[in-house]
């Protein structure tokens, strides 16, 4: 399923990929599917063998003989959507025991391999593994999209716009909605909606298969559907299985299948051993905002009309954003949130290390010094680890919050930064 579309935007992480190409034998490609990683791969290095296991031929001589397979792939080869035939892994592993070239195979895959049984282990020291995701928005204007990295450094600073045109709420509604999917940008509206609904039946009927064994593919829709609806909110199976009307395992089971496809990302709540008072309930988010937002019915109109609910796609949107990012700037970097018995939160924490830092979203055109509570909160659970806050919102000018170290910020400086 390769993506024409994604050819003319540059990925952020290219370089990386490149340089993993250069000196580790296996590198491993991953994301869900129609985020372009095909056209990616293929880019990298032309030359390369190539084939995919899309195509039913190719798979059917993967999964009869996996070592002959392999063994007929001449030179660096390229293989495409390999957890199709997760023993050819095995099989790799095999060659490149006896043959430890950089780059030798490159494979891609829209399933997690590394949360697939066996798979992971099998490479152990010979694979790196990259992400690609839906088109950032920074990717989408061809930007760098350094906001994560400026903010790390500590390095944004006040601005004031020079003039006064009214708030992006617009631009920034519509981004939300149109989401980070490359055919769906080539579309209107509706055709873009529509495509989203052919995406998701097509990867739950196609690919789920792949990872796991599910007989209830209607709840599966079902579940997705439900998340959409709840997206950036704390995740509660009991709920999920009181109205779907299956069992608490069967929901666990049914979201492990929807992170392996890079659907749905669970935020894990962020805390200190010592902390007694926060809520240790993961956060969940739809991917892309863009299926997100056809699968609960909303579009740019939506911000004022159901403005809570849009708020929680706009911080689900957010966070894509800064992990995608984090491709780029830094891939150790890890994702939490933040949420106490008090019900003070803080939308995403990002620490490396013990250093932390915190993200809070408002859908605003306007900030107060009571906006930065969660960020307070945090920073006196980090202590000294603390290095910063952001609050992005939907207005134009970057702005202290009262303590230095805390700055208000236009989202607009996700892609024009």
Known sequence: ???SVSSFYPRG??????????????????????????????SLTPARTYVTLDDEQTLRAALEDPASFVAGLSGRATIDEVQ???ALMLAIKAAVDRDRKPGRFLVTGSADLL??????DSLAGRIEFAHLHPLAE?????????????????????????AAPPPPVREIGERVTRGGYPAALTRSTERARQWHRQYLRAVL??????????????????????????????????AFSSEIGIRRETVEQYLLVLERLFLVRRLPAWHRNESKRLVKAPKVHLVDSGLGATLAGLDASDWTAHRDQFGHLLESFVVQQLVAQAGWTDPDLRFW?????????????ITRGRKTWGVEVKAAASVTTTDGQGLRRLAERSGKDFQGGMILYAGLNTVTMGDKRLLAVPLTELWER
Do not use: C, W
């Open 138 to 162: 920074s990717e989408k204007e061809r930007k760098p999209g350094r906001l994560l990295k400026v903010f790390l450094d500590g390095k944004l600073a006040t601005r004031i716009a020079a």
């Open 205 to 238: 009927e196609r690919d789920v298969a792949d990872v796991a064994r599910v007989r209830g593919m209607a709840e599966l829709q079902k579940l997705v559907e439900l998340l959409a609806l709840r997206t950036a909110n704390l995740l509660n199976v009991s």
């Open 337 to 349: 949130h933040y949420r106490d018995k008090d019900q003070v939160e803080v939308d995403l924490v």
């Open 115 to 120: 949360l697939l049984p066996k798979v992971g």
């Open 84 to 86: 199709r035939a997760p």
């Open 1 to 3: 399923m390769a993506d």
């Open 13 to 42: 992480i290219q370089p990386a990929l490149q340089a993993a190409l250069g000196d580790t034998p296996v590198v491993a490609l991953l994301g869900p599917r129609q985020s372009g990683k095909s056209t990616l791969a293929e």
